[in-house]
């Protein structure tokens, strides 16, 4: 919203300034000019800036180098032919654009000079609702891992206010949540977050939206959806998915490891017990029934990866060390097992 104030704002005082200077001829003339320029500029790809700039460094270098060369010429030879003038001036401005438009990459600072209207892959990243909900990318904002400002599609926020006036009160509960960490985020002086008012009225399913912006402004997708995910990366958008994030980074345990954790529910088989780590991990404890509610310490005996996630399965360490202590005790003479003192000498 805020860039269609400055835009109309612009386009006002062009028209005022053309009326001062030449009443109403003028004012409609510059009206229109101002017209024409902001539309060229609403409509042009924010990724193709640096390309601009390329073609205009480019161009500024090959006229300068053609109007030092034809200096040279005519105060050589004292020949002024304008035919000659001119093919050396479009010679040199057009070779000087291409190398510069070839070369951009190698040339950093065209990047740094359109930073500001840039949405390269390492500009601009677009929310989609799952992610807002889920509400993990505010933290993931935080620690620094994501470069660059966060663009947030007016129609995204269209579908959040849905969810939110839903009558379904877990979906309302998550709508208003989205809402919620948005604002968190908007506060926050550390995080870049623009809202755009980009839209695709030919274009009803708000997945597809999001894959032609990203497309349009050469951007990234950050999502929790799976399929949103798979489709965008079939049409060569970059995803960002913050659940394969969370299990990319989930703490690696081995056989033998001691953790701990509290136990929730039952689980499924006789006598164990169910719990889960901090990350979301489901630890099942062998011996665990009677222990729900209970924080326990449990040795490792086996990890097991599958398509929701990762499964440890473990048993209580105090098993172990009774275990430990029959096993230990069955090692001793008949004798020494009648007291509790062990062997005396």
């Known amino acids: ?93 057009y070779t000087g654009m291409m190398i510069f438009y070839r070369r951009r990459e190698t040339f950093g600072l065209f990047s740094l000079a359109a930073s500001g209207f840039s949405a390269t892959s390492r500009g601009f990243k677009i929310l989609d609702t799952s992610v807002i909900i889920d509400g993990r990318i505010r933290e993931i904002c935080q620690t620094g891992f994501i470069e660059g400002r966060l663009m947030i599609p007016q129609f995204v926020l269209n579908e959040l206010q849905h969810i939110a006036d839903s009558t379904d009160q877990l979906r309302r509960n998550k709508g208003r ?21 980009d839209d695709f009225p030919d274009v ?30 079939l049409q060569g958008v970059t995803v960002l998915n913050v659940n394969e994030l969370a299990h990319a980074v989930r703490s690696v345990v081995v056989g033998g490891e001691v953790i701990q954790v509290r136990l929730l529910r039952e689980g499924k088989e006789p006598n164990q017990g169910v719990g889960y780590l901090d990350d979301g991990t489901m630890v099942i404890v062998e011996g665990g029934r009677g222990y729900v509610g209970q924080t326990l310490d449990v040795v490792v005996t086996q990890t097991l990866r599958t398509s929701a996630g990762q499964m440890i399965f473990t048993r209580r360490k105090d098993d172990e060390v009774d275990s430990n202590e029959s096993e230990d005790m069955r090692s001793y003479p008949r004798s020494w097992q009648r007291t509790s003192n062990g062997p005396s000498y």
């Open 1 to 93: 919203m805020q860039i269609w104030i400055i835009r109309a704002s612009f386009t006002l005082f062009s028209a005022v300034f053309g009326f001062i200077t030449n009443s109403w001829n003028g004012g409609i003339t510059v009206l229109i000019i101002a017209i024409i320029l902001v539309g060229i500029e609403s409509s042009i790809r924010r990724a193709l800036m640096r390309d601009v700039f390329a073609c205009l460094a480019g161009l500024t270098f090959g006229l300068i180098v053609a109007g030092l060369i034809i200096y040279i010429i005519s105060h050589a030879t004292e020949v002024k032919n304008a035919t000659l003038t001119m093919s050396i001036a479009l010679l040199f401005s």
């Open 204 to 233: 009803a399913e708000v997945d597809a939206k999001l894959v032609q912006l990203a497309q349009k402004l050469d951007a990234q997708i950050i999502t929790n959806d799976f399929n949103l995910n798979e489709v965008a990366e």
């Open 177 to 197: 949540r989205g809402f919620t960490v948005l604002r968190m985020m908007q506060n926050d002086p550390d995080i870049e977050v623009e809202v755009t008012e």
